[in-house]
């Protein structure tokens, strides 16, 4: 059986879980921004989620995938218990087109972009990333992700899907 690994990543999150999933099964992971040509049958695509959503890079990715075994794995700044978390990881199943399998997925908290955090402080009050004092925290909880333990969760979801 033919692996590939590729994913999309701003901050460098998901290129963590991207290389140890594909040291896991012995491959190299491939940015998918080096528009890599991939033959393999088994593939886990790998994205940051922007608005609920795989970032377009993925998504454009996982709109081009017939016939494979696709798992799924992400990154988001909220912590992967929470409903919103679950509504992303629905979207990037959705992207999926229906000739595929999706054999696997994992999502994981992981460092907010500088940047990103720079644009919520300056939104107003009732806008819904505003900053607050459990927002501030839940960016803070996020800045140490995705850490051992998320890598390890993902190898293992990974290497459950393979089996």
């Given at each position: 059986?033919?692996?590939?690994?590729?994913?999309?990543?701003?901050?460098?999150?998901?290129?963590?879980?991207?290389?140890?999933?594909?040291?896991?099964?012995?491959?190299?992971?491939?940015?998918?921004?080096?528009?890599?040509?991939?033959?393999?049958?088994?593939?886990?695509?790998?994205?940051?989620?922007?608005?609920?959503?795989?970032?377009?890079?993925?998504?454009?990715?996982?709109?081009?995938?017939?016939?494979?075994?696709?798992?799924?794995?992400?990154?988001?700044?909220?912590?992967?218990?929470?409903?919103?978390?679950?509504?992303?990881?629905?979207?990037?199943?959705?992207?999926?087109?229906?000739d595929n399998t999706v054999i696997g997925e994992f999502l994981c908290q992981g460092a907010i972009?500088?940047?990103?955090?720079?644009?919520?402080?300056?939104?107003?009050?009732?806008?819904?990333?505003?900053?607050?004092?459990?927002?501030?925290?839940?960016?803070?909880?996020?800045?140490?992700?995705?850490?051992?333990?998320?890598?390890?969760?993902?190898?293992?979801?990974?290497?459950?899907?393979?089996?």
């Amino acid at each position: 059986m033919a692996i590939a690994v590729v994913y999309a990543t701003m901050t460098g999150n998901t290129k963590q879980v991207a290389d140890a999933l594909a040291a896991a099964v012995g491959v190299t992971a491939q940015n998918l921004a080096d528009a890599p040509e991939v033959t393999a049958d088994t593939v886990a695509v790998g994205y940051w989620v922007d608005k609920g959503l795989p970032n377009e890079d993925a998504a454009k990715f996982l709109r081009t995938l017939h016939g494979k075994r696709v798992f799924l794995f992400g990154t988001l700044g909220a912590s992967p218990a929470t409903p919103h978390a679950a509504d992303c990881r629905k979207a990037a199943r959705e992207l999926v087109a229906a000739d595929n399998t999706v054999i696997g997925e994992f999502l994981c908290q992981g460092a907010i972009a500088p940047a990103l955090l720079a644009m919520f402080e300056k939104f107003p009050a009732d806008h819904p990333h505003a900053p607050t004092p459990e927002s501030r925290a839940r960016w803070a909880a996020a800045a140490s992700h995705p850490d051992a333990d998320d890598l390890a969760a993902a190898v293992a979801a990974w290497q459950a899907a393979l089996q």
